[in-house]
């Protein structure tokens, strides 16, 4: 599965966009891009995938380039519940047999009032 | 539905005690996993199973010991625990395999003393 490059810590005002974005440059063709969060001692929770169109959700919007080497997961409308530790992987199709999940350092994301 | 549900939320353990981690799916899911989470380590599977009454090694299988007599349940036991246990334990489900959408359950905090 390729890497995944993200920033270490964002910010966002509640009731504002977030945008965070995840770099990919290595992604092959078969693979997806998913995003996970973890809210503060909970499990992780799945938030959405996509392979190369744009991806809308009730959570969240996944916009994937032209060339897949990027992508930015937004929330529309962030909320104090929305702040949360944000992972993105790439997952090839039909993948590791069983589906480990590997997550990197993600991102996190600070919604301050 | 409940989800991904798991028993106790927390533990303390003395050194050489044994204990049983109980999952619990209701959504059918053939696929059952369990990772530990530590600080800077980010997830790590211990083992998981593709279907009742069958288990496989994940990468830190040493130590544990799972069971799946039930599709809906999946059993992490620690026969002698030692403080390297100690530990946050999350238990996931999946539809199926490669890069199906995992569901999480609140996780297990585990203390060996």
């Known amino acids: 599965d390729a890497k995944t490059t993200q920033p270490t810590s964002m910010d966002c005002a509640e009731g504002r966009a977030a945008n965070l974005p995840c770099n990919h440059s290595?992604?092959?063709?078969?693979?997806?891009v998913y995003w996970y969060r973890q809210i503060h001692s909970q499990g992780p929770q799945y938030i959405i995938h996509g392979l190369k169109n744009n991806e809308t959700n009730e959570m969240a919007s996944l916009i994937i380039t032209e060339d897949r080497k990027s992508s930015t997961l937004i929330l529309p409308h962030a909320t104090l519940r929305d702040t949360a530790v944000y992972y993105c992987i790439a997952l090839r199709a039909g993948g590791t047999s069983y589906g480990k999940l590997t997550f990197g350092q993600g991102t996190i994301l600070t919604v301050h009032p | 539905n409940a989800g991904v549900t798991q028993t106790p939320k927390f533990r303390v353990l003395k050194t050489g005690q044994s204990m049983t981690l109980l999952c619990a799916q209701d959504m059918n899911h053939e696929y059952m996993y369990w990772y530990r989470q530590d600080p800077g380590m980010g997830l790590r599977l211990i083992h998981y199973s593709v279907g009742e009454g069958t288990t496989a090694k994940g990468e830190v299988p040493d130590g544990y010991n799972v069971s799946r007599l039930k599709k809906q349940n999946f059993l992490l036991g620690l026969e002698s625990a030692a403080p390297s246990q100690t530990s946050v334990y999350f238990c996931?489900?999946?539809?199926?395999?490669?890069?199906?959408?995992?569901?999480f359950g609140p996780g297990t905090r585990l203390l060996v003393l």
């Open positions: 996931a489900s999946s539809y199926g395999g490669g890069r199906e959408t995992q569901y």
């Open positions: 290595t992604i092959s063709g078969n693979e997806y």
